[in-house]
T-cell receptor, first 116, second 112 residues
Framework: NAGVTQTPKFRVLKTGQSMTLLCAQDMNHEYMYWYRQDPGMGLRLIHY???????AKGEVPDGYNVSRLKKQNFLLGLESAAPSQTSVYFC???????????????FGPGTRLTVL | ELKVEQNPLFLSMQEGKNYTIYCNYS?????LYWYRQDPGKSLESLFVLLSNGAVKQEGRLMASLDTKARLSTLHITAAVHDLSATYFC????????????FGTGTRLTIIP
């Protein structure tokens, strides 16, 4: 049971280039999330999904797109990277809301992205 | 707009001492989470607090939730070096959706 995995771990892009970050989970979770973490700002939600085929905007969605074609995968795309998108990106997943103490989000190891 | 504030932002404490990290939030919620992050690592879930008055304890850490005051605390007892990390609280106000709003984190350093 690998939990939540992210690919790649590190990436350097030039301004205007595009890339896709892949998140995979093997816990059969319905919900998946993409966050970015910047110094002094905690984590901010980019996009999320409440099930296969669904996506929704979070707090900072501009410049990003997502897709959830399979339940276990959640992709984050940057169509034209900008230096302001330099950040550490975390994917997370959680099961349906059941009101129990195990309904927490499980995080992947992160992707460190630098845009020059 | 939901705001989640933690204080202090930075905390250095000696081994063996006790201290408390505070998490205030601006909108009604009855679900609050605490996470730990080691430098360069991912976030690890510590506590899930689901109702007013909830108290959870794990080792030297104890978390509590007062929904009326919109306040959660993370209390550290007899700190040890291994507890050095950044601690985040996160609040959920969308029941059935589990979108979390995170605080900015408290960087805790335990000094021998």
């Amino acid at each position: 049971n690998a939990g939540v995995t992210q690919t790649p771990k590190f990436r350097v892009l030039k301004t205007g280039q595009s890339m896709t970050l892949l998140c995979a989970q093997d816990m059969n979770h319905e919900y998946m999330y993409w966050y970015r973490q910047d110094p002094g700002m905690g984590l901010r939600l980019i996009h999320y999904s409440v099930g296969e085929g669904t996506t929704a905007k979070g707090e900072v969605p501009d410049g990003y797109n997502v897709s959830r074609l399979k339940k276990q995968n959640f992709l984050l795309g940057l169509e034209s990277a900008a230096p302001s998108q330099t950040s550490v990106y975390f994917c997370a997943s959680s099961r349906d809301r059941g009101g129990s103490s195990t309904d927490t989000q499980y995080f992947g190891p992160g992707t460190r992205l630098t845009v020059l | 707009e939901l705001k989640v504030e933690q204080n202090p932002l930075f905390l250095s404490m000696q081994e063996g001492k006790n201290y408390t990290i505070y998490c205030n939030y601006s909108t009604t919620s009855d679900r609050l989470y605490w996470y730990r992050q080691d430098p360069g690592k991912s976030l690890e879930s510590l506590f899930v607090l689901l109702s007013n008055g909830a108290v959870k304890q794990e080792g030297r850490l104890m978390a509590s939730l007062d929904t009326k005051a919109r306040l959660s605390t993370l209390h550290i007892t007899a700190a040890v070096h291994d507890l050095s990390a950044t601690y985040f609280c996160a609040v959920d106000i969308n029941f059935g959706n589990e979108k979390l709003t995170f605080g900015t984190g408290t960087r805790l350093t335990i000094i021998p």
